[in-house]
């Protein structure tokens, strides 16, 4: 059974603090509220056995110690019903030698996708299902990507998102466009007019990551 905090769609949107569900998954029961204290990936696909949902699933299981040693979570979420489930990660496995390591949960209502905004709240099926959520060790939504059914996620991008976000989490140093781990970064801009003084660049001065 599907529990969650709140019962009518709305947007979700950076900074906003993530609601939290309890529901069944492939990793027994879980709630969002158990991932706090690390970064955690929350996403949907549209349905299980289909084509650009596997080459995803397949993808996340070949990056999956990536994520981990990025002390990162991931949770997947779709319509499908759990035995579903089940059936299409053993196939993952028997066909492609991928193993699903992280919770897919069930939601055969919509009722989670409806809650967290990944479909409209009148919507009759889950083509649009295909969002993902960072959120930080606090519950707080940090960034969030959206993809129609027919359009399948970068998996490196999402490790690029990741790393981009535990880089500017102090609030110390912004990302540049493009910017990939171990890249230089930017500084923040100065507070006020007297701390720029005679740096011409201060709006692009690059500095290493510490």
């Given at each position: 059974?599907?529990?969650?905090?709140?019962?009518?769609?709305?947007?979700?949107?950076?900074?906003?603090?993530?609601?939290?569900?309890?529901?069944?998954?492939?990793?027994?029961?879980?709630?969002?509220?158990?991932?706090?204290?690390?970064?955690?990936?929350f996403f949907s696909h549209p349905a299980d056995?289909?084509?650009?949902?596997?080459?995803?699933?397949?993808?996340?299981?070949?990056?999956?110690?990536?994520?981990?040693?990025?002390?990162?979570?991931?949770?997947?979420?779709?319509?499908?019903?759990?035995?579903?489930?089940?059936?299409?990660?053993r196939v993952i496995k028997e066909q492609y030698?991928?193993?699903?390591?992280?919770?897919?949960?069930?939601?055969?209502?919509?009722?989670?996708?409806?809650?967290?905004?990944?479909?409209?709240?009148?919507?009759?099926?889950?083509?649009?299902?295909?969002?993902?959520?960072?959120?930080?060790?606090?519950?707080?939504?940090?960034?969030?990507?959206?993809?129609?059914?027919?359009?399948?996620?970068?998996?490196?991008?999402?490790?690029?998102?990741?790393?981009?976000?535990?880089?500017?989490?102090?609030?110390t140093v912004l990302t540049p466009e493009g910017?990939?781990?171990?890249?230089?970064?930017?500084?923040?801009?100065?507070?006020?007019?007297?701390?720029?003084?005679?740096?011409?660049?201060?709006?692009?001065?690059?500095?290493?990551?510490?």
């Open positions: 059974m599907i529990e969650t905090q709140q019962t009518a769609t709305v947007i979700m949107r950076i900074g906003d603090q993530i609601p939290d569900f309890e529901a069944r998954t492939t990793q027994g029961t879980i709630k969002l509220s158990d991932y706090r204290g690390r970064w955690l990936i056995f289909t084509p650009v949902c596997t080459t995803e699933f397949i993808a996340l299981a070949d990056k999956a110690d990536q994520f981990a040693a990025m002390r990162c979570a991931l949770v997947g979420l779709s319509v499908d019903s759990l035995y579903s489930h089940l059936a299409w990660i030698g991928a193993d699903i390591t992280f919770p897919i949960v069930e939601d055969p209502s919509m009722a989670v996708g409806k809650a967290f905004g990944m479909i409209g709240e009148n919507a009759v099926d889950s083509t649009a299902m295909r969002t993902s959520y960072f959120i930080d060790p606090e519950g707080i939504i940090r960034a969030t990507t959206c993809y129609p059914h027919n359009v399948g996620r970068s998996v490196d991008e999402m490790i690029r998102i990741l790393a981009a976000l535990q880089t500017v989490a102090d609030g910017w990939q781990p171990g890249d230089d970064v930017l500084d923040t801009p100065p507070a006020s007019a007297s701390d720029i003084g005679t740096d011409e660049d201060w709006f692009c001065k690059r500095v290493k990551p510490a």
